[in-house]
């Protein structure tokens, strides 16, 4: 339910909250915002598929695109240009979203009720 709540409400949530504050979506502080919440859900989300799951390859996916996206914002367009950060974050946001799919996937194969409340 995390990683629905993270890939689906999560920036669309910011994005129109940026409006009513007369933010830039050009800001950088938006990419800081959407760190802010996708890294410790997708972590969560991630952590909580390996343990339920035991692949750890999709553990290792996620994670690396969570690297791409922290290194694309903390790089920036001052080291990588405009192209470079916009490439490195379509990438991060592949694999970490490839992730969570696996990890979805994954679990209605096996049919277990780690998403159950």
């Known amino acids: 339910m995390a990683c629905v709540v993270h ?3 999560a920036p669309t949530l ?3 909250s940026f409006s009513f504050l007369s933010l830039s979506i050009e800001s950088e502080i938006i990419h800081y915002l959407i760190l802010f919440l996708a890294v410790p859900i997708s972590i969560f989300a991630l ?20 690297v ?6 903390v790089m920036g367009e001052n ?8 490439t490195l974050t379509l990438i991060g946001s592949m694999m970490v979203a490839f992730a969570h ?14 998403h159950e409340s």
Not at 68 to 73: G, K, R, S, Y
Not at 79 to 86: C, K, R, S, T, V
Not at 101 to 114: H, P, S, T, V
Request: proline content about 0%; hydrophobic content about 45%; glycine content about 10%.
């Open 14 to 16: 910011i994005i129109l």
């Open 47 to 66: 952590a909580l598929g390996y343990r339920n799951h035991n692949t750890l390859y999709y553990l290792f996916i996620g994670a690396s695109g969570l």
């Open 79 to 86: 080291l990588l240009g405009e192209i470079g950060e916009q």
């Open 101 to 114: 799919f696996k990890n979805y996937r994954k679990c209605k194969e096996l049919e277990c009720d780690c």
């Open 7 to 9: 890939c689906f409400f």
């Open 68 to 73: 791409f996206l922290i290194a694309a914002v």
